[in-house]
């Protein structure tokens, strides 16, 4: 063998390579074809019932129709691709002993850490990508433009994309069980910031600002128009008996610096459960 | 190329009551095979494990290279092979993207990658397999895949734990083949193993550990010179078979020889008491009697007599 001198790469260097070869595992991977398959059908029943029903609640507007097409779904294909992309990114180092193949190097588990947050990212983007490009090609094929606001609200999408991965790699370096990392994302983007979303506001009346899921209403929020505010339902049901049903709405300003500052939180937090974490 | 070196100053490792490395001290320096031997949880692994970054000591500090494993990871780890248990590889990726990754992350010239990942694909007969997914490889495939990334950067310094584990007994061979051209090649090899005769066979030292504890570190013959109980063996290798009669005769007689055996036609195992000196001057005999001596080692049974007098529980 060649006898060079060994050492290290830079370490923008190794985090390209931790990168590109976190991308590729992610590409060649079943659960990048499933999701592909699943953006794919869910579009593709969304163009056939349309172009079927010639639905006004699609074709009213332009707002209407990317509000109902991309602001319904988007949200629900975002938590699909940050717990098939990020769910066990990091615990499955730990569990499938891929870890121990990495962090034996001359790199940082920082550099490990980023790359494979960077790789997960580039993989959502594409998924993201996919959907926005079915989106458009039938508004473009209903005349219906490309309005501001659904480019907003792809931005801020692309935004809570990059916070959830965050919020999920985090999860996913407190275990070193995949199928628990797994399981506890799916459960707290589905259910736990949900029903707290709605103690706060139904049972406190208090404004969520805490939940991230709150702050990603931004995203199918700006596609209405006017964009909605805070208002209270009163309902009577006697005399005597009198109840407020408050609605909280985050404001384009709110939802962006909840979502930022997730983001930071949990990527620290995370490289410093990456950090510590023991391979034992 | 400066002399390679490993220094473990007090390091420990404990988990809740369980003190898995007790204040090990260690100074390993130049080019040199050392077997790491001990029982089940005699605390090997975690003490490779602690020189590789996979976990924090509780206490002490790792050098590699005079730098410090914790603080500067990157520099101490540098020159560096290591294959600490089995490790997985991604299972998607091919070996040749495997091991790019690898010589990408280890800063290998990208004019030289080609020839480097070749040339440790060879050496681990793994050619043929180059472009094949590692997700539908065995278990053996994988660990020879993981010690063509251990050599790959041609590091001075190699961490092996168990590296024999999972491979077929050609494999094996092969491992130890691989193990003993990287001693010619002036490299320092940090390996542990369960098996006596592996260690025996390419390990010029040997560190024992017990409970978490260094019970001796010393070279193979001192160890088994001052620790075998029922008298030392050597194994001799023959160039070409020898009358028994002329070994029985001449062999016997040498001062400090107990018995001489032919073992087969080109082997001899001598039985003998007392210390290195005596060892040396029973070379130096068979020599004089023009005995075509090919090769001279204490005998791996010598070895296990030492390890069972040494540790003398396991958990």
């Known amino acids: 063998m060649t006898n060079a001198s060994s050492g290290a790469a830079s370490t923008f260097a190794q985090l390209v390579t931790m990168t590109k070869y976190s991308f590729l595992n992610y590409l060649r991977a079943r659960r990048f074809l499933v999701m592909v398959t699943l953006v794919a059908l869910v579009n593709v029943i969304l163009t056939v019932a349309v172009a079927y029903t010639r639905s006004a609640v699609f074709l009213n507007s332009a707002l209407a129709f990317y509000g109902t097409w991309w602001g319904g779904f988007i949200d629900i294909f975002i938590l699909l691709t940050v717990v098939f992309f990020g769910g066990d990114a990091i615990s499955g180092e730990f569990q499938n002993k891929t870890g121990y193949y990495l962090v034996p190097n001359p790199i940082r588990r920082s550099t490990i850490y980023i790359g494979k947050y960077l790789a997960a990212f580039i993989a959502s983007t594409l998924i993201l990508a996919l959907f926005a490009a079915f989106t458009l090609a039938n508004g473009l094929y209903y005349s219906m433009g490309v309005p501001t606001q659904f480019l907003e609200s792809f931005l801020f999408a692309w935004l809570y994309l990059l916070t959830a991965l965050s919020v999920t790699f985090m999860f996913s370096s407190l275990f070193k069980s995949t199928s628990i990392s797994i399981l506890i994302t799916i459960l707290l983007f589905l259910f736990v910031f949900n029903v707290v979303d709605e103690l706060s506001t139904v049972l406190l009346k208090i404004e969520p600002w805490f939940s991230i899921t709150y702050a990603e209403g931004i995203i199918a929020n700006v596609l209405n128009n006017p964009f909605p505010q805070h208002y209270v339902a009163a309902v009577t049901t006697g005399p005597a008996a009198r109840f407020s049903f408050p609605t909280y709405n985050a404001t384009i300003v709110e939802g962006l610096a909840i979502m930022a500052i997730y983001l930071v939180a949990t990527a620290l937090l995370g490289l410093v459960l990456f950090e510590r974490k023991e391979f034992n | ?315």
């Not at chain 2, 390993?28 to 976990?55: R, S």
């Not at chain 2, 961490?159 to 094996?172: A, F, K, N």
């Not at chain 2, 070409?240 to 040498?254: G, M, Q, Y």
């Open chain 2, 1 to 315: 190329m400066t002399n390679p070196s490993i220094n473990i100053v007090n390091l420990s490792k404990v988990y809740g009551s369980f003190t898995a490395v007790s204040n090990l001290n260690l100074k390993i320096e130049g080019p040199k095979c050392v077997g790491f031997l001990g029982p089940n949880g005699a605390g090997k692994t975690t003490t490779l494990k602690m020189l590789t970054d996979l976990i924090m000591p509780s206490s002490g500090q790792a050098f590699i290279n005079g730098e410090n494993v914790h603080t500067h990871k990157r520099a101490a780890l540098a020159s560096v092979g290591t294959l600490i248990e089995t490790p997985e590889i991604y299972p998607s990726l091919t070996p040749r993207e495997a091991l790019n990754m690898v010589a990408e992350m280890r800063g290998v010239p990208r004019a030289e990658r080609k020839k480097r990942i070749d040339e440790a694909v060879a050496e681990v007969r793994m050619a043929e397999w180059m472009d094949k997914r590692v997700g539908k490889f065995s278990k053996g495939m994988k660990q020879r895949i993981c010690v063509a990334a251990a050599l790959l950067s041609d590091p001075t310094i190699l961490l092996l734990d168990e590296p024999t584990t999972g491979l077929d007994p050609r494999g094996m061979s092969e491992v130890r083949d691989i193990v003993k051209s990287l001693k010619k090649r002036n490299r320092l090899i940090f390996m542990s193993s369960h098996i006596l005769s592996e260690v025996a066979d390419v390990c010029d030292e040997v560190a024992m550990i017990d409970h978490g504890k260094l019970l001796v570190y010393d070279s193979l013959a001192n160890v088994t010179a001052k620790f075998s109980g029922g008298g030392n063996v050597v194994e001799v290798g023959m160039l070409k078979p020898l009358d028994p009669a002329f070994i029985t005769s001449n062999v016997s007689r040498i001062p400090g020889v107990v018995s001489a055996e032919i073992t087969d036609d080109k082997s001899l195992r001598i039985k003998y008491t007392g210390s290195l000196d005596v060892q040396a001057n029973i070379l130096s005999e068979l020599i004089k009697q023009n005995i075509p001596v090919l090769s001279y080692r204490p005998a791996a049974s010598a070895l296990e007599d030492v390890y069972l007098n040494l540790i003398k529980e396991t958990l």
